[in-house]
């Protein structure tokens, strides 16, 4: 299986303190991968490290067999065009409706007809059955169709990676079950995912590979793991 991104030896400092240290790991294309850790493990860093919103202090990334420069602004901005997201605060724009909200990324890419997005736009939606939503604003829904949403305008984009961030700590667990399953779907069809999180009960019914963080280093990395070693 091809490996899509690969960390070698990274390290994070941010203002003296080592957040990352030494961190190796390889993801393969279509995997879905948890990391899970208590507070201050350093999960959000790393998650901003693999999408180089953070820069690294030391080591190497490799995407697709190819080493990352991140001196060089044209190879992050090409590199960043694969990596889609998905926070635990939805991020919608207020002044847009739900159908604006999910084609604001292919606008601001600038490469697409008005009818190729709006195709794209209406296929991720309809992935997450929010069709019928499409002119709602965000005040106007649920917690768990502003999260809907969020994945919509991370699908839109057709992005290698998914990185998602704690995607349902604001949801309950219905909503929160929903959401899996649509991010089940979407790893089905061959999307990466790497997820954080601190919910035991999705990452053990998940049964996937589970990578557990501790002070800034990996101490777990297990293929079908559960959320605390047995």
Not at 91 to 110: C, K, M
């Amino acid at each position: 299986m091809l490996i899509i991104i690969e960390l070698v030896d990274v390290n994070k400092i941010i203002e003296d303190t080592l957040i990352l240290n030494k961190i190796n790991l390889s993801i393969a294309d279509g995997e879905f991968v948890f990391v899970v850790g208590k507070s201050g493990s350093g999960k959000t860093t790393l998650l901003k490290t693999l999408s180089f919103e953070k820069r690294i202090s030391k080591g190497e990334i490799f995407f697709n067999e190819k080493l990352m420069n991140q001196n060089n602004q044209l190879e992050m901005r090409n590199y960043k065009r694969n990596i889609g997201f998905i926070f635990q605060d939805f991020r919608l724009i207020q002044s847009l409706n739900v159908f604006e909200n999910v084609a604001y990324p292919l606008e601001i890419q600038g490469i697409y007809t008005g009818k190729e997005v709006k195709k794209r736009v209406l296929d991720a939606l309809e992935a997450v059955d929010l069709v019928g939503l499409k002119k709602r604003f965000s005040n106007q829904l649920s917690g768990g169709e502003k999260q809907r949403v969020a994945i919509a305008r991370a699908l839109v984009g057709n992005f290698k990676i998914l990185i998602a961030d704690e995607p349902t700590a604001n949801l309950d667990p219905s909503n929160a079950n929903e959401i899996m399953n649509y991010l089940n779907k979407v790893n089905a069809l061959g999307q990466t995912i790497i997820m954080a999180t601190h919910n035991s009960r999705i990452v053990n019914q998940l049964n996937s590979r589970v990578i557990e963080l501790d002070n800034g280093k990996i101490i777990r990395d297990e293929k079908n793991g559960q959320y605390y070693k047995e």
